[in-house]
């Protein structure tokens, strides 16, 4: 038997509330290294995704002040999601199914991971150039 999500994942990922402004979600990026946080709601359920890149393109071109517009305003509602007992290669065929690199991994209505292309790089090929970029300190 192959291996599971939950092998693979990154635990407790970083998250924010629906009303964390744009600047709070940048900085906890900046802070923590990472191109994306979760958008939770107030009931402790998840409410979508927002990239790095969200905040720019959907925020900031858009004229969003960004310390008052919220995540919850440019983040993506509808995030595709996997179950931690799922195989990783569902995260791989998912992935190119819907052409996107992050996916947040639910048990219920429980958040308990997130699973990045990155993480399915270095478990699935460790010596391709995804995977050595991956491993990487940040150079910012």
Do not use: F
Not at 11 to 34: F, H, S
Request: aromatic share 2%; hydrophobic share 40%.
């Amino acid at each position: 038997m192959g291996q599971q999500i939950a092998q693979v994942m990154t635990k407790n990922p970083y998250g924010v509330m629906t009303t964390a402004t744009l600047n709070e979600a940048a900085q906890m990026m900046r802070d923590q290294e990472i191109g994306d946080v979760l958008v939770m709601r107030a009931d402790g359920t998840l409410c979508g995704l927002v990239t790095d890149r969200d905040l720019v393109v959907r925020g900031l071109a858009e004229g969003l002040d960004p310390r008052s517009a919220t995540v919850e305003e440019v983040c993506n509602h509808d995030p595709v999601t996997l179950a931690p007992d799922q195989p990783v290669e569902e995260a791989v065929s998912t992935m190119r199914q819907y052409n996107i690199r992050r996916l947040p991994v639910v048990d219920g209505d429980n958040l308990v991971g997130i699973v990045s292309l990155g993480d399915l790089a270095i478990e699935k090929d460790p010596s391709s150039a995804l995977a050595d970029i991956s491993k990487a300190p940040s150079n910012n």
